[in-house]
Each structure stands twice: as C-alpha cells, then as structure tokens.
Nanobody
Framework: QVRLVESGGGLVQTGGSLRLSCAAS??????VGWFRQAPGKEREFVAA????????VYANAVKGRFTISADNKKNTRTLQMDSLNPEDTTVYYC??????????????????WGQGTQFTVST
C-alpha cells in the first residue's frame, strides 16, 4: 500500500504561483494524478503523470498554467501552478494507481489518496 502526503497549500494572489508536492511512502510505479474538489461538487481531474515521468496529461482548465513533474529519487510528484485565479481555489488531492496514463483519468480509477491540501487564490 502506498501512503501519499500532500503539502504546499496556502494563500496566493490572483495571477500568482504555488507549488504542491505529493510525497509517497515508497517508490511508486504507479500513475500519479492531482485532483481537486470544491464543496458540493465531484472530484475533478487536474493533471497526471506516468510512473517514469515521461508522459503527462492535463485537464483543459489548467493546460498551459499547471505543470506536473516527478522526482523518483525523492518519491515525490510536484504540481507547479502559475497564473492562478480564484476559480482554482479548493482542496487538492494527490492520488496513485497502477494504471496506464490516458486521456481519461477519472477519480474512480485511482486506489490511493492523500488527505488533501487547501489553498486560496485571493482577488
């Protein structure tokens, strides 16, 4: 079983940048994804990366603004977020699963989840 811990939440102004990190308890050979969930809404896919870090997929809402990367020596996955706007405000979750990266990265396909980290984009 893989344990995931997110970090990096906080407060940032509109147009600013923030970096979220997802630390895995052990070397993961899984696809890792970032999701976000606003109150009363379904968990929404944000970005995902293949186990070796060579391939990535992004939701249209964040494409060109967010970048997901992998550091397998440190067992971490990072989500660099630029040009943030208030609509990005919510709780972000890191998730992992032994699945192939694809354009269909629904939350139901992921087995392991972190506890979530919150950040707020102020106007």
């Amino acid at each position: 079983q893989v344990r995931l811990v997110e970090s990096g939440g906080g407060l940032v102004q509109t147009g600013g940048s923030l970096r979220l990190s997802c630390a895995a308890s052990a070397r993961t050979f899984s696809t890792v994804g970032w999701f976000r969930q606003a109150p009363g809404k379904e968990r929404e896919f944000v970005a995902a990366i293949s186990p070796n870090g060579g391939s990535t997929v992004y939701a249209n809402a964040v494409k060109g603004r967010f970048t997901i990367s992998a550091d397998n020596k440190k067992n971490t996955r990072t989500l660099q977020m630029d040009s943030l706007n208030p609509e990005d405000t919510t709780v972000y979750y890191c998730a992992a699963a032994p699945i192939t990266l694809s354009t269909s990265m629904s939350a139901t396909r992921f087995e392991y989840w972190g506890q979530g980290t919150q950040f707020t984009v102020s106007t």
